[in-house]
């Protein structure tokens, strides 16, 4: 059974840090692009980050540049978001999903495996 499954989201304090894991079991996320989404109440879904089969190539929201950084861990078969400086506006349910192809798309219609979600809530 294909499945992703987020995890690491929880409340913190405006400043501080998380990291978001993404573990994919029933297929191996290296042959994949991999993408972290957010998605605030009343708003659209975003993407925030994404990174390539190969770990070569990431790209970043211009909103989170600076402060997240995505990696992954092929011997665990996982992306990860880490999460720094976090402020109010990050506050969403965060989702990875993934492309059939090596190389990052831009949209969430350009991924179509999508976790269930976890959320971040930055408050104080």
């Known amino acids: 059974q294909l499945q992703l499954v987020e995890s690491g989201g929880g409340l913190v304090q405006p400043g501080g840090s998380l990291r978001l894991s993404c573990a994919a079991s029933?297929?191996?996320?290296?042959?994949?692009?991999t993408g972290w989404f957010r998605q605030a109440p009343g708003k659209e879904r975003e993407g925030v980050s994404c990174?390539?089969?190969?770990?070569?190539?990431?790209n970043y929201a211009d909103s989170v540049k600076g402060r997240f950084t995505i990696s992954r861990d092929d011997a665990k078969n996982t992306v990860y978001l880490q999460m720094n400086s976090l402020k109010p506006e990050d506050t969403a349910v965060y989702y990875c999903?993934?492309?059939?192809?090596?190389?990052?798309?831009?949209?969430?219609?350009?991924?179509?495996?999508w976790g269930q979600g976890t959320q971040v809530t930055v408050s104080s």
């Open positions: 999903a993934v492309r059939p192809y090596s190389y990052c798309g831009v949209n969430a219609d350009d991924f179509n495996y």
């Open positions: 990174i390539s089969s190969s770990g070569s190539s990431t």
């Open positions: 029933g297929f191996r996320l290296n042959y994949y692009a």
